[in-house]
Each structure stands twice: as C-alpha cells, then as structure tokens.
C-alpha cells in the first residue's frame, strides 16, 4: 500500500494579500480574482506549478479559488491541464465549494484535470450528485469543518454511492476530538486527507508546522496506514501572515520519511 503525498494549494491563500490576510475570506476573494483573468491565467497558474515543483510535489490538490467552478472558461481549464502536463505534475484532488448550481461544472472540470476525487463541499442531498460522478468517473469527498464528531460525518454519507469523507486532520484538532481516532472511526468512508495541524483546540483555526501544535500527526499516518488507506494525503498549512513554503518543504520529507 502507498499513498501519494500531495502539495494543497490552497496553502497560498494569504499569498495574493502579501502573507498578510485577515480572515479566509479576504485571501479567498483576493486570489480569485487574481485568477481570474484569462489573458493573466496560465502565466499566473504557471508560476503557482512552478514553485510547487520547486518544493519536491509531483502532485497537487487544486483548489477551487485557483481553478473556480464559478468563472472557469474552457479555456481557463485548457490552459491549466496544459501547465500541469508540462510540469509533470498530477492533481490528486480538485478542492472545491460546490453549491447546487456550480455542482456540474465542478464535475466537469474535475474530470479534465484528471483526477478521480471531487472533494471539499458540495449539496450531498442533491439528488444528481451519484448520477453527476458516475458520469464523470468521480468520487465525492466531503471535508470535516464544523462537525464535531467522525459519527456526524458518517450520517450525512450514508448509503450515498461514491461519496465518503476527506479527513482534515486540523480540523479534529479544532473541535476538540483525537484525529487518528476519527480516522480509525470513519475507516473505509475516508477518501482524501488533509494531514493538517493546528495550534489550539476551539477558534480561530490558526495552521502551523506538524510538531507544534496540538495534533498527533504520525499518529494520523499511522491510523491511514491501519486502515489501509491508499488514496492521496495532503500537506496542508495555511497561515495568514507568512509564506509556508520552508514548513512545508520539510512536512513533505517528514512524510515520505514515516511512509518508507
């Protein structure tokens, strides 16, 4: 068994803002619409590639303010697969929030990309969304935030083909509950991870290197290992006020040191 180690975009959130952001939002406005220009788009998206490469990644989980459902043109889309492709680098996961009526085109920009997991938040109720990855050849991965419990997760999956739930650790962390028991918990339902830490238990949600905060994250790898999990496993931080890169460089050999 191995799982691919993966590079979460949306690590720069905060980078449009000049690492200094205040509050999701501001960096997610700011980085669509930086984005979105396609006469500015793949020389924008190129560079985003570039310094992923640089980190060590031939993966990435593409989030939705980089490649957005809302204002994504073929051509955006078009000129993201060809930067991908000439960097050698594979999306593990398209990251997205996916209301009802940008549910399709997340689907099929999902499927261009060529990733096979759709994950993040998306309308589970909606009665198209089996038919929807079915068609696409996806999996629905819907992402813990203000759930408190594995269990909660499970009941809003239940019996719904080709959807489980993508792990983020940090967010565990955040609601007061022991991540590798969640993941041993959710067991065959996991379909992504964010392997995530955070430095306090309760709000605000406030990221950093694997080690200093509150998060067992070996512990997280190990309890995927138990499971068998085989799909992709994100490194992810996002602070808002300085640039992750060097933290992130040394998760990465961090983890593929546990997964040897």
């Known amino acids: 068994m191995s799982m691919t180690v993966s590079f979460m975009s949306a690590n720069y959130v905060a980078r449009e803002v000049g690492w200094q952001m205040h509050g999701w939002g501001h960096g997610d ?39 957005s459902p809302e204002w994504a043109t073929d051509e955006h889309v078009r000129a993201a697969v060809t930067a991908l492709g000439e960097r050698g680098l594979r999306v593990a996961s398209y990251q997205v929030y996916a209301p009802a009526e940008h549910l399709e085109r997340a689907c099929e920009i999902a499927e261009r990309l060529g990733t096979g997991v759709l994950s993040g938040f998306a309308p589970v109720e909606d009665e198209r969304l089996p038919s929807l990855l079915e068609q696409h050849g996806l999996a629905f991965a819907l992402e813990n935030h203000p759930e408190p419990t594995p269990q909660v997760m499970l009941d809003k999956v239940a019996g719904l083909p080709r959807v489980g739930v993508c792990v983020d650790t940090g967010w565990f962390g955040t609601q007061g509950y022991d991540a590798p028991r969640a993941i041993e918990e959710l067991g065959e339902s996991v379909l992504n991870v964010h392997l995530k830490d955070v430095l306090h238990e309760g709000e605000p949600h406030d990221t950093c290197r694997w080690g200093d905060g509150i998060v067992d994250i070996e512990g997280c790898v ?15 931080h996002e602070p808002e006020t300085y640039d992750p890169s060097g933290d992130i460089r040394a998760m990465r050999e961090q983890l593929e040191g546990w997964l040897a």
Do not use: K
Not at 42 to 64: C, T
Not at 222 to 236: D, K, P, W
């Open 29 to 67: 406005r700011a980085t669509n619409d930086a984005f979105r220009p396609l006469e500015t788009y793949a020389a924008r998206f190129g560079e985003l590639l570039d310094d992923v490469r640089v980190l060590g990644f031939d993966a990435i989980d593409v989030w939705g303010a980089h490649l």
């Open 222 to 236: 190990r309890a995927l290992q138990r499971i068998g999990y085989a799909g992709s496993t994100s490194v992810e």
